[in-house]
């Protein structure tokens, strides 16, 4: 009888501890291919960090050499027009602000002017003059010009014109500006091609 309990106990301890090995292997190999799992996520997920952070320096890279070329090209335009204003005042603006601000020259302009205003129609003027030169126009516009034209005709006189004048019918419906600014600003846009050309060869 006791050798048959033995008999018992010693099977049933065996299955148990069989049992409990097969189910601890189970558990293991469960917990390794979790563990490997887990590792291959982290793997996976580092890549795509690693990968990330490559397209963002790249990307980075790119728009700060953008942002350089584009900055080196606008500081080069910049100083070649800096080098192209200078020239271009340089020719052009003591010229023309000279030969504006000669009382003689700027009357002779002015009967010609007024006069095809004239020709046209008879049409009430209003000129502007500088008024560096008033002493020298305000009498040959009320004496001289209102005398050789039909219509009448008025001036003013500004500190804003260098030389020159504007003129116009007196109704304002529109005017002509023949002050040194406007002429030299005209004049320079002739000249700046060719400026542009012979300093860059552009």
Do not use: C, H, W
């Amino acid at each position: 009888m006791d050798n048959k309990l033995q008999e018992l106990t010693d099977k049933l301890y065996k299955e148990g501890l069989s049992k409990g090995k097969e189910e601890g292997e189970a558990i293991i190999i469960k917990a390794q291919e979790k563990a490997t799992m887990i590792i291959e996520d982290a793997q996976k997920k580092a890549k795509e960090i690693i990968k990330k952070a490559e397209e963002d320096a790249r990307d980075f890279r790119v728009k700060v050499e953008g942002d350089v070329k584009m900055a080196a090209t606008q500081s080069v335009q910049a100083t070649k027009m800096d080098i192209e204003n200078l020239m271009v005042k340089g020719m052009v603006g003591g010229k023309a602000v000279s030969a504006l601000s000669s009382a003689e020259f700027v009357k002779e302009i002015i009967q010609a002017v007024a006069r095809n205003f004239n020709s046209q129609e008879s049409v009430d003027l209003e000129i502007v003059l500088p008024e560096s030169l008033k002493s020298e126009l305000e009498p040959f516009v009320s004496g001289e010009l209102a005398k050789s034209l039909s219509s009448k005709v008025s001036a003013s006189f500004s500190g804003k014109v260098a030389g020159g004048f504007t003129i116009g019918p007196k109704d304002g419906s529109y005017f002509i500006d023949l002050t040194s600014e406007a002429f030299e600003s005209l004049i320079s846009e002739y000249m700046r091609p060719m400026t542009r050309k012979m300093l860059f060869g552009e």
